[in-house]
C-alpha cells in the first residue's frame, strides 16, 4: 500500500488551537509524525525584558488562555526567589484557592473540548455550565473571566470578598455531586469507552525521560506532583492526595486513565477548596482592605545582577517552571532574561510520537487526552 | 492530609550529591554546591558550574549515578557585555523524580515524608557559561535524555547557542524561513516600541521609528 502524509492543521478540531500535525499513513495506519509548532509565538520572553517585575505577571496570565491564575501564580513564586519577598499565611490560602479554582475550570475546559472530539457534544455543553461557576468566582477575585492579573509578589491583589466563602463552598458541594453525574454519563458510555480504552499506551518511565509531567504521568502510577515534590504554598496543611491512577496494562497508561485521573483530580481540588476555605487564617468572612499586610507585604522592586530566581509549579497540565536572571534594564529593575519552561511545548512532539502505530480516528482521542494548549506551547 | 518533602530530607539529599559530584570531579574545574531557594519554603537544589568539555562526562554522571531523570529547562542567556569568558551562558534544569514503571492494577504511592537515598526529588542546577564569539557551542544532551531534544531546538532557535551533536535541529517557535543568524533573543535586537514617552506622546505610532533602524539585521 503507498503511504502518504496528511497534514493536520493548523486549522483542526483535534488540535485545540493552532498547529501542525503531518502524520504519515499506510493506510489508515500512522507510520510517522511531525508536529510543527510556533503559529502564535507572541515572544513573552522577549517583552518581558523591558517590563518590570510587576507589569510581567499579566503577560503570563496570558500564556494561557484557559489556565491564567496558575500560570501567573507559577511566574510570582520565581519572582519571589528573586528579589526575596515573603508572603503572609493568608495570601498562600488565597493563592492556594485560586489556583485549584483555576484547575477546576480548566480541567472542565478540557473535558468540554474533549467531548465532542470522542462523540459527546452534551459533555461540551455540561461542562460549559459548570464551568462557568468557578469563573464567576474567579471573576470575584480578580476582577475579569479570564486574565486576573490576581496574584502580586509578595501577596495578592485583593482581600475574598465578603460572601465569597459560602458562595464558593455552595458551588463545590454541587459540583462534588456533578463530578458523579459526568462519571454515570461517561463510564456507561460505550462510544467513550470503546474510543478510549486500549488506546494511546505511555509508560511512566518514557514520559519522565521525555519531560512529559503532571496528571499525565500520574495516569500511569506514579503519584509524582510538584506540589509535595518540591513544594510551594500551603498545600501541607490542607486535606488532599495527589490523584493517581491504576493503568490496566504492562504499556502502561492508556486515554481512559488519563480522563478518569483529571476526574479524580477534580475531586481533590474541590476537596482541598473546601478545607483550605475553614483553615484561612484571619477567617473567611473578613475582608482586609487592599495592601493590608495579612494580603500583602512590600517586596523590593529591583533585582541586582547575578540574582537568579526560579519556580517550578505545578500548573494544570504539569510542570510550568520560570527562569528569572536580574540585572536587566534601569538598574535591575526588569529582568535581564526570563526563560518559560512550558509542559506542553514538551509533551507536544512526545504525543505525536505516540500514535505511531494506531489509527488515524484514535488521533483526537490520544492528542485530547493529553490536554493541549497551545498559548502556553508557543509563548 | 497533605504532604511535603522536608528541608532536612531534602538538605540532606543534596549534600549527598554534592559530596559525590565533588569526589568524581575533583580538580576538572567543575564546582559543585548547596544552594537555596529565597520563596516559599527555602527549598535546596544543587547547583553545578561545568565547563563545555567536561559537560557530557557530567551529564551522564548525573543521569546513571545520581538518578536525575528529568531534564526540564534548557535557557541560554547572551551577554554582550560580560567579560571574555562569559559572552553566553546555558543553564539547564533538571529534577531527580521517583518515578518508575509500574505492574498492572497497581500503582505507586509515595508518602513525602518517608522517602530516602534516591528516592527524594531534588532540583539540580547546572550552568555552563561559554566564551565570547559569534558560535556558542555545548555538546548535545539529546542522546541522554529524550526530553532535552526538543529544549535544545528552543535554544537554538531563540538564544542561537549551537548544540554539538543535536540530530534534526530546525526552528520551532521562530518561522521556518527565518534568516539564518536571527536569533530574537540575542540582545543585539532591540524591541521596537519600548520607549514609554514614545507611547504617549504618539499612541497611534505614526512618528515613530524601529529603535534599531539603519542597522542590519
Same mark, same amino acid.
Not at chain 1, 492543521?9 to 507510520?31: A, N, S
Not at chain 1, 501567573?72 to 526567589?81: F, K, L, Q, R, T
Not at chain 1, 519577598?85 to 485549584?100: G, H, K, N, T
Not at chain 2, 526538543?150 to 521562530?174: A, P, S, Y
Given at each position: 500500500?503507498?503511504?502518504?502524509? &496528511? ?22 495506519? &500512522? ?14 520572553? @522577549? ?42 499565611? !493568608? ?233 528569572? @536572571? ?36 484514535? &488521533? ?14 508557543? !509563548? | ?29 567543575? *564546582? ?133 551533536? %543535536? *540530530?534534526?535541529? %530546525? ?47
Amino acid at each position: 500500500m503507498a503511504q502518504m502524509w &496528511i497534514t493536520m492543521g493548523p486549522q483542526h478540531p483535534m488540535t485545540h488551537g493552532l498547529w501542525t500535525l503531518r502524520v504519515k499513513v499506510d493506510g489508515e495506519t &500512522i507510520v510517522d509524525t511531525d508536529a510543527e509548532l510556533g503559529y502564535i509565538h507572541r515572544g513573552v520572553e @522577549k517583552i518581558c525584558e523591558s517590563r518590570d517585575f510587576t507589569q510581567i505577571t499579566p503577560y503570563c496570565d496570558r500564556l494561557c488562555y484557559v489556565s491564567a491564575m496558575t500560570w501567573a501564580n507559577s511566574y510570582i513564586y520565581a519572582a519571589e526567589d528573586l528579589l526575596e519577598a515573603e508572603v503572609p499565611e !493568608r495570601a498562600e490560602f488565597i493563592r492556594l484557592i485560586s489556583a485549584e479554582l483555576q484547575r477546576l475550570a480548566s480541567h472542565l475546559m478540557w473535558l468540554g473540548a474533549f467531548g465532542p472530539d470522542i462523540g459527546s457534544l452534551t459533555l461540551m455543553t455540561w461542562c460549559m455550565r459548570d464551568r462557568e461557576m468557578f469563573l464567576d468566582l474567579l471573576q470575584e477575585l480578580g476582577g475579569s473571566r479570564m486574565h486576573y492579573n490576581y496574584p502580586r509578589i509578595g501577596g495578592v491583589k485583593r482581600d475574598i470578598p465578603i460572601g465569597f466563602a459560602d458562595r464558593m463552598i455552595a458551588k463545590i458541594k454541587l459540583f462534588e455531586r456533578r463530578i458523579e453525574e459526568y462519571e454515570m454519563l461517561l463510564d456507561e458510555s460505550t462510544i467513550w469507552l470503546v474510543r478510549l480504552q486500549g488506546v494511546g499506551y505511555t509508560k511512566a518511565e518514557d514520559m519522565v525521560d521525555a519531560g512529559v509531567s503532571g496528571p499525565n504521568v500520574r495516569a500511569a502510577g506514579v503519584n509524582y506532583d510538584v506540589r509535595w515534590a518540591h513544594p510551594y504554598s500551603v498545600y501541607d496543611q490542607v486535606d488532599w492526595e495527589p490523584a493517581v491512577e491504576k493503568p490496566t496494562s504492562v504499556k502502561g497508561a492508556d486515554c481512559y486513565d488519563r480522563y478518569r485521573v483529571r476526574m479524580e483530580e477534580m475531586r481533590q481540588s474541590s476537596k482541598m477548596i473546601l478545607d483550605a476555605i475553614e483553615k484561612i487564617p484571619g477567617g473567611k468572612n473578613t475582608n482586609y482592605s487592599t495592601g493590608d499586610e495579612m494580603i500583602l507585604t512590600k517586596a523590593p522592586t529591583r533585582a541586582p545582577e547575578g540574582a537568579t530566581g526560579f519556580s517550578n509549579y505545578e500548573c494544570t497540565r504539569g510542570a510550568s517552571q520560570f527562569f528569572i @536572571k536580574g540585572g536587566g534594564e534601569g538598574r535591575g529593575k526588569n529582568p535581564y532574561r526570563l526563560s518559560i519552561r512550558s509542559p506542553m511545548f514538551i509533551t507536544i512532539p512526545f504525543v505525536a510520537d505516540t500514535m505511531i502505530g494506531y489509527k488515524i480516528a484514535d &488521533i483526537p482521542a490520544i492528542m485530547g487526552s493529553f490536554d493541549p494548549c497551545i498559548g502556553e506551547t508557543d !509563548r | 492530609m497533605g504532604m511535603r518533602v522536608t528541608l532536612e530530607q531534602s538538605s540532606s539529599a543534596a549534600e549527598s550529591c554534592v559530596a559525590v559530584l565533588k569526589e568524581r570531579f575533583s580538580g576538572s574545574g567543575i *564546582e559543585s554546591t548547596v544552594e537555596h531557594h529565597s520563596n516559599a519554603f527555602k527549598m535546596p537544589f544543587v547547583r553545578i558550574h561545568a565547563t563545555p568539555q567536561h559537560w557530557l562526562a557530567v551529564a551522564k554522571f548525573m543521569k546513571y549515578d545520581l538518578s536525575v531523570n528529568y531534564c526540564s529547562m534548557v535557557t541560554g542567556t547572551h551577554f554582550p557585555d560580560g567579560p571574555a569568558e562569559r559572552g553566553w551562558e546555558v543553564a539547564y534544569h533538571m529534577m531527580r523524580m521517583p518515578v518508575s514503571n509500574v505492574k498492572p492494577h497497581t500503582n505507586t504511592t509515595h508518602v513525602a515524608e518517608n522517602l530516602s537515598g534516591s528516592d527524594i526529588p531534588l532540583e539540580f542546577e547546572v550552568l555552563i557559561a561559554l566564551e565570547q564569539g559569534d558560535e556558542p557551542t555545548v555538546p548535545s544532551i539529546q542522546k541522554i535524555w529524550v526530553g532535552a531534544d526538543w529544549n535544545e531546538k528552543e535554544t537554538w532557535d531563540l538564544v542561537g547557542i549551537n548544540f554539538e551533536g %543535536h *540530530e534534526n535541529m %530546525h526552528r520551532v517557535l521562530n518561522p521556518h524561513d527565518s534568516p539564518e543568524q536571527f536569533h530574537p533573543l540575542q540582545k543585539q535586537h532591540k524591541l521596537r516600541y519600548h520607549g514609554y514617552n514614545e507611547m504617549y506622546d504618539d499612541p497611534q505610532g505614526f512618528g515613530r521609528k524601529p529603535a534599531d533602524e539603519g542597522r542590519n539585521k
